[in-house]
C-alpha cells in the first residue's frame, strides 16, 4: 500500500540566513513520520538576496525538495494561497521559513488529521514577539470578530495543515484577493487546534511593517466580512439617534442666539464628514475589490520550476 504524501509548503521571500536550518528542520521532523512520504516545496516570491541559488542548491541534493520561482514579488497573502492550491499531497503544511513557528509540531498537526480533521490549525497561545505587537494582534482579532462579524481564531496564523479535501475547494477559488485564513474557516468541515510557543524569527529582519499588517488586515476584513454593510447601517443610525438625543436635551434648552446656530452647524458638520468620509472609504474597497476580481489576469506569474 502506498503511503500518504505529506506536502510541506514553505513560502520564502529574502530569507537566505534562514533556509538551510528550515530544510534541516523540516527534514529532520519529516524522516521521522515513518508512515508517510513527503516532499518540501520552496515558493519563492522573487526573492533578491540569494535565496533562490540556495533552493535550487537542495533541490540538486535532494530529490524531495521541489521549488517554484514567481517572476516577480506578489506578496504575502497571494504566496501562502498559491502555496496550497499548488499542494500535490494527500494534505498540505505549511511552515514559514523565518522558523517562529516550530516545524516540531508538525506531528501533532497529522496526528489531528489523522483522527478526521480536515482542518488542523496550528495556534499560539504564547509568543517570544515583542509584547506590543501581541496585544496588538489581539487587539486587531478582536476588532475583526466583533465589529466585522469575521469568526476569525485569535492567534491562528498560517501554520496549519490542510485536507485534500479542502486544498481541491481552494483550487476552485479564483480571486485577486486571496484571504487564506478566512477560506480555511469558511470551508473546513472538522477544524482542530494544535497550540504551540511561538519562536522569535531565527535570523534575518521581517518583512511585515504596519503597512503591510494594515493592508493584510483590510484586504481579509474586504473579503470576507459578510456583514459589514449592515453594521455601517446601524451604526449611522445609532449615531444619528444620539446626535437628535444631545440636540433636544442638552443643546437645544441651553443654547440660544448666534450659540445656537453655530453649535447646530458644527455638530451636524462633522458628523456628517466624518460618517460620509468612512462610508466612501468602505465603499470604495469594495468597488476595488469587485473591479479586481472580474479582471481576467494571472494570480501569480512563474518563472520556473525544480524537481516539480
Known sequence: MDKKLLSVCVPVYNEAENIAAAYERITAVMSSLCAYDYEIVFFDDGSTDGSAELIEGLCRSDEKVRAV??????????????????????????????????????????????????????????SRENRLMYFLRTLAYFVMNFVFGMHMVPHATEFELLDRSVLDVLRDIHTQNPYLRGYILEYGRHIEKVYY????????????????????????????????????????????????VEFFARFLPAASGEVFWSGLLLRFGVFSALLLILLVSILFEYILTLINNTEDKPFIIEDRRINY
Open 69 to 126: 520561482f514567481y517572476a516577480r514579488n506578489f506578496g504575502y497573502s497571494k504566496t501562502v494561497f498559491y502555496c496550497m492550491q499548488q499542494a500535490k499531497g494527500d494534505a498540505a503544511i505549511i511552515v514559514h521559513c523565518d522558523l517562529q513557528n516550530p516545524p516540531e509540531e508538525i506531528p501533532k498537526l497529522v496526528e489531528k488529521w489523522e483522527q478526521g480533521a480536515d482542518v488542523a490549525l496550528g495556534v499560539k497561545n504564547k
Open 197 to 244: 510557543v511561538q519562536d522569535k524569527r531565527r535570523g534575518g529582519s521581517t518583512h511585515f511593517n504596519l503597512k503591510k499588517y494594515y493592508e493584510f488586515a483590510l484586504g481579509g476584513i474586504v473579503s470576507m466580512s459578510r456583514c459589514l454593510p449592515r453594521r455601517f447601517i446601524l451604526f449611522s443610525v445609532i449615531s444619528i439617534l444620539a446626535l437628535l
